[in-house]
């Protein structure tokens, strides 16, 4: 007599009908050893289901916190970066707009490095965002430590990112100097959150 | 499962979703304990089971918006971290030992001195094994569900719990001569 294979057994477990079930359990009802089999796998399955519950031997909650933070402020600043070039035209139209008739050419001149010099670190902040998004973070664990440099840095980037939205309201003068010190320092700060970000990944070996 | 903290998820769920802190501590604190046990019975590590709970709330506080209250709360964590330790398992590669060593030393069936108990013989299946046996046989997961998780077939999801059965009837000393 040929008695049913693991397979089977556990097919016959299985709630639905797939072909070739009923036969197994018509045998497993009338054969001794295989019912026996079936009990057994049962009981098993019951003991798996019965071990204890495995606990965690430190509380993780305060990184979870820290990257849930540090998640929803990066989504902020893809949203504000995206902004950031808009910014910048909205700048460069300023200096085209504001040239007088008798503006000298040398102030003209300087205006326009000025711009260039704006459009450069803007495009380094997106380069050194996309660098930061490289490393996944938000798929990433973080120890204590770094979650908590990362946040503070995070918070930084977010008082600068609130400065920069108030940019567009001030006078005119003052508009350009002061959209060029932010956006220094935000590049200044995105440098620094990927040496974090950085050394952790090498670290776990990523 | 803690049925009051359980019941304490549901009803900050509202207060998680508009990122309130006290509220995400509360569904983490409600959750903590199932999604530490689960990831642990699937991966080889306390260290990498930890690391997995903490991904798993990461793409919980992420993703809450998106819970639409369809499944339980706990299904939904849980489908995040059974995802979150396959995936684990996957970027760890870690190596089948136990097929390495019954290839080479198979138990016989007098070794009744070497019975173990069902945490070793547990332990020492394969990653994959495992977290089949886990998922199909604790979690309830159909194979069709592991299959999809894993991104494997339905057969190998099959082969894989009747593969782990066998081993775990022999460790265990549950074999019956024919």
């Not at chain 1, 102030?107 to 996309?130: F, H, K, P, V, Y």
Request: some cysteine; charged content about 30%; proline content about 3%.
């Amino acid at each position: 007599m040929t008695h049913l294979t693991m397979e089977q057994l556990l097919a016959v477990r299985e709630p639905g009908l797939e072909p070739g079930v009923a036969g197994w359990r018509n045998h497993a009802s009338a054969c001794d050893l295989c019912r026996a089999e079936l009990e057994r796998l049962d009981q098993r399955v019951a003991r798996l289901r019965a071990l204890p519950a495995l606990q965690p031997s430190r509380n993780r909650f305060a990184e979870v916190r820290a990257g849930a933070r540090a998640g929803r402020r990066r989504r902020q600043w893809m949203v504000f970066s995206a902004g950031g070039i808009a910014v910048a035209a909205s700048l460069a139209l300023a200096v085209v707009l504001t040239r007088g008739p008798g503006e000298s050419a040398d102030g003209t001149a300087q205006q326009m490095a000025e711009q260039q010099e704006l459009d450069s670190i803007i495009a380094s902040s997106r380069s050194l965002e996309g660098t930061i998004q490289a490393y996944n973070p938000d798929q990433r664990v973080t120890d204590g430590r770094t979650a908590s440099v990362a946040a503070s840095l995070e918070d930084r980037l977010a008082r600068v990112d609130d400065q920069l939205q108030l940019v567009d309201m001030m006078d005119q003068s003052m508009r350009k100097d002061a959209a060029l010190r932010l956006w220094r320092e935000r590049v200044g700060l995105l440098n620094a959150l990927v040496d974090v970000r950085a050394t952790r990944a090498r670290a776990v070996g990523f | 499962m803690d049925l009051f903290r359980l019941a304490d998820a549901d009803a900050v769920l509202p207060r998680v979703k508009a990122g309130d802190p006290a509220a995400q501590e509360a569904l983490y604190r409600a959750f903590e304990a199932p999604v530490y046990n689960l990831a642990r019975r699937i991966c080889r590590t306390t260290e990498d089971a930890e690391d997995v709970l903490q991904e798993t709330f990461l793409e919980v506080f992420r993703s809450i918006g998106r819970y639409r209250g369809d499944g339980s709360l706990w299904g939904w964590v849980r489908t995040i971290a059974s995802s979150k330790a396959l995936m684990r398992l996957r970027r760890n590669k870690y190596r089948d030992t136990d097929e390495l060593q019954d290839d080479i030393t198979p138990l016989r069936r007098e070794d009744t001195a070497l019975r173990m108990d069902l945490e070793t013989a547990l332990e020492r299946l394969s990653e994959t094994s495992r977290a089949v046996v886990w998922l199909h046989d604790v979690e309830g997961y159909t194979h069709e569900e592991i299959a999809g998780m894993m991104e494997k077939t339905v057969s190998f999801s099959k082969s894989q719990l009747a593969r782990a059965h066998t081993r775990l009837r022999r460790w265990l000393g549950e074999e019956v001569p024919a």
